[in-house]
């Protein structure tokens, strides 16, 4: 019998399977880039900038930003000193984007936070025990999403004499638990009948460590994804109220930055930067959560990578 020469296949290292690079997910690179140079330019713009620009009455009024004339009659020419320009309240704008940026960002964790530990006891016990439980949970969930939860936000703010980052993020959650109650309720119903809970109830673990030791480690990446658009979904709702005039009053936000620009006329008067900028930052942070969100899901469900390996 011939003999097979196997000794060059002795030190190859077996081929690496698509699997194998999944955190390599091309959405959440690009993603976390985003959010993380947003991240920098607060970081950095707080070491090198003079954040007290953002308060009222610290800079020249209406200078646009560096490289553009003047819109009209009334505008100084644009400063150096100024590279973003000034508003018609003298507040530099780089400063207002340094301070308002994180604000804004932290309202919508807070508030995404609060949903995802509510939504995440409430999903887990109906979808674990299941019963009257589990349709009393369903029903309460399903009640609250169909509630327009802008306009009661809306009413409740108009009543609360002062708004600061924390009671927005508190407004907000409010309505932030349903939609991740929905989904952990949905992943607990198909992972109950996995072999490992099984084992777990024969071996007589109680419903508390049942959820904790088993169920919830392999809800991690559910939650994250679920967080990340929250947080853009709370953000949004944040900046829509802040546009009405119904946001932190004392504290600079990117909303509160757009409800001053249309109450100034800041589109009929020319000054894009002030209404255009803080948007802008909202748009980076918005897609940037996105792509997070779309990789997550990319991760926790294998059907949906490109490779097609499940």
């Given at each position: 019998?011939?003999?097979?020469?196997?000794?060059?296949?002795?030190?190859?290292?077996?081929?690496?399977?698509?699997?194998?690079?999944?955190?390599?997910?091309?959405?959440?690179?690009?993603?976390?880039?985003?959010?993380?140079?947003?991240?920098?330019?607060?970081?950095?713009?707080?070491?090198?900038?003079?954040?007290?620009?953002?308060?009222?009455?610290?800079?020249?009024?209406?200078?646009?930003?560096?490289?553009?004339?003047?819109?009209?009659?009334?505008?100084?020419?644009?400063?150096?000193?100024?590279?973003?320009?000034?508003?018609?309240?003298?507040?530099?704008?780089?400063?207002?984007?340094?301070?308002?940026?994180?604000?804004?960002?932290?309202?919508?964790?807070?508030?995404?936070?609060?949903?995802?530990?509510?939504?995440?006891?409430?999903?887990?016990?109906?979808?674990?025990?299941?019963?009257?439980?589990?349709?009393?949970?369903?029903?309460?969930?399903?009640?609250?999403?169909?509630?327009?939860?802008?306009?009661?936000?809306?009413?409740?703010?108009?009543?609360?004499?002062?708004?600061?980052?924390?009671?927005?993020?508190?407004?907000?959650?409010?309505?932030?638990?349903?939609?991740?109650?929905?989904?952990?309720?949905?992943?607990?119903?198909?992972?109950?009948?996995?072999?490992?809970?099984?084992m777990a109830?024969?071996?007589?673990?109680?419903?508390?460590?049942?959820?904790?030791?088993?169920?919830?480690?392999?809800?991690?990446?559910?939650?994250?994804?679920?967080?990340?658009?929250?947080?853009?979904?709370?953000i949004l709702?944040?900046?829509?109220?802040?546009?009405?005039g119904l946001?932190?009053?004392?504290?600079?936000?990117?909303?509160?930055?757009?409800?001053?620009?249309?109450?100034?006329?800041?589109?009929?008067?020319?000054?894009?930067?002030?209404?255009?900028?803080?948007?802008?930052?909202?748009?980076?942070?918005?897609?940037?959560?996105?792509?997070?969100?779309?990789?997550?899901?990319?991760?926790?469900?294998?059907?949906?990578?490109?490779?097609?390996?499940?």
């Amino acid at each position: 019998m011939k003999e097979v020469d196997l000794s060059i296949h002795q030190d190859t290292p077996p081929p690496r399977r698509p699997r194998d690079y999944a955190w390599l997910n091309g959405k959440l690179i690009a993603g976390a880039a985003l959010l993380l140079a947003v991240l920098l330019f607060v970081l950095l713009g707080r070491l090198f900038w003079d954040v007290t620009l953002a308060r009222v009455a610290s800079c020249p009024l209406n200078l646009p930003p560096v490289g553009f004339d003047a819109p009209g009659p009334g505008f100084e020419p644009s400063q150096s000193a100024h590279p973003l320009g000034t508003e018609s309240s003298g507040r530099d704008m780089l400063a207002l984007l340094i301070t308002g940026t994180p604000n804004s960002l932290l309202i919508g964790i807070i508030a995404a936070a609060i949903g995802i530990v509510v939504g995440t006891m409430l999903g887990m016990t109906a979808g674990f025990l299941g019963g009257w439980v589990d349709a009393v949970i369903r029903i309460c969930s399903d009640a609250v999403i169909t509630i327009p939860s802008l306009a009661v936000l809306i009413v409740i703010s108009s009543y609360v004499s002062e708004i600061d980052i924390k009671s927005m993020g508190l407004l907000l959650a409010l309505f932030a638990w349903p939609g991740a109650t929905r989904v952990i309720r949905a992943q607990v119903l198909s992972l109950r009948e996995r072999g490992y809970v099984q084992m777990a109830r024969l071996s007589g673990a109680s419903t508390p460590e049942i959820l904790i030791c088993e169920l919830l480690p392999n809800l991690l990446p559910f939650l994250a994804a679920t967080f990340t658009a929250s947080v853009s979904g709370n953000i949004l709702a944040a900046t829509g109220l802040e546009a009405l005039g119904l946001g932190p009053s004392r504290v600079p936000t990117l909303g509160m930055t757009i409800f001053y620009a249309i109450r100034g006329a800041a589109i009929l008067r020319g000054m894009w930067w002030w209404w255009g900028l803080p948007i802008l930052m909202l748009m980076i942070i918005f897609i940037g959560l996105f792509l997070i969100a779309i990789g997550l899901d990319e991760l926790v469900n294998p059907r949906l990578r490109s490779g097609g390996d499940a």
